[in-house]
């Protein structure tokens, strides 16, 4: 079966400083990936998906970047962030279809 | 226009009662239809996916697609407490893009 990893559970990082989350795809091949952002109480907003190694489509313009280096590997980036880039991130792994999800257990986003 | 769109609520409703959730979708070539459940703090859970007109069954839980009136629901047969969440509809077009709406907070009170 499908599992995702993703790291670490929980941030705090100076407005300015760099950021790195990574996520790891285990029990399948070619998977499409996503990453989401929740704000507190608020839906999830899109912010990358990728169908393959090294393509990224970007929903949202921000200070944000992902990469896809291997084919179970999926990170988001920053050089500098905000603190409105505070929130509750998601990686996600999403069946062609759509008829299977499967998320991370998130990565909780302080910037102060 | 929002692409998803839900009632935040919160909905109370007390144990035992039947919980409604409702969805309304702006793209009218969507094709598959999902309702997850979120717990605070933690990652949303697929609980139904529905993807022609008409209902869908899976034990408590009943999803309702009108693809003419673009709405989407979500009822919950004989509540718990145990149901309390934010309830997060979301919508797919088929391709690789899937929008969830913002979210109904659910409480179940005992």
């Known amino acids: 079966s499908q599992t995702i990893h993703q790291w670490p559970a929980t941030l705090v990082q100076p407005v300015g400083s760099p950021l790195s989350l990574e996520c790891t795809v285990e029990?399948?091949?070619?998977?499409?990936l996503y990453w989401y952002r929740q704000a507190a109480g608020r839906g999830l907003q899109l912010l990358f998906y990728?169908?393959?190694?090294?393509?990224i489509s970007s929903e949202v313009p921000q200070n944000l970047s992902a990469s896809r280096p291997q084919d179970r590997q999926f990170i988001l980036s920053s050089k500098k962030l905000l603190l409105s880039d505070s929130g509750f991130y998601l990686c996600?792994?999403?069946?062609?279809?759509?008829?299977?999800?499967?998320f991370g257990q998130g990565t909780r986003l302080t910037v102060v | 226009q929002k692409e998803v769109e839900q009632n935040s609520g919160p909905l109370s409703v007390p144990e035992g009662a039947i919980a409604s959730l409702n969805c309304t979708y702006s793209d009218r070539g969507s094709q598959s239809f999902f309702w997850y459940r979120q717990y605070s703090g933690k990652s949303p859970e697929l609980i139904m996916s529905?993807?022609?007109?008409g209902d869908k069954e899976d034990g408590r839980f009943t999803a309702q697609l009108n693809k003419a009136s673009q709405y989407v629901s979500l009822l919950i047969r004989d509540s718990q407490p145990s149901d309390s969440a934010t309830y997060l509809c979301?919508?797919?077009?088929?391709?690789?893009?899937?929008?969830f709406g913002a979210g109904t907070r659910l409480f179940v009170k005992a």
């Open positions: 996600a792994w999403i069946n062609g279809a759509g008829t299977e999800a499967f």
């Open positions: 029990g399948t091949s070619n998977p499409n």
């Open positions: 990728s169908v393959g190694i090294g393509q």
């Open positions: 979301a919508v797919s077009g088929g391709g690789f893009k899937t929008i």
């Open positions: 529905i993807y022609s007109n």
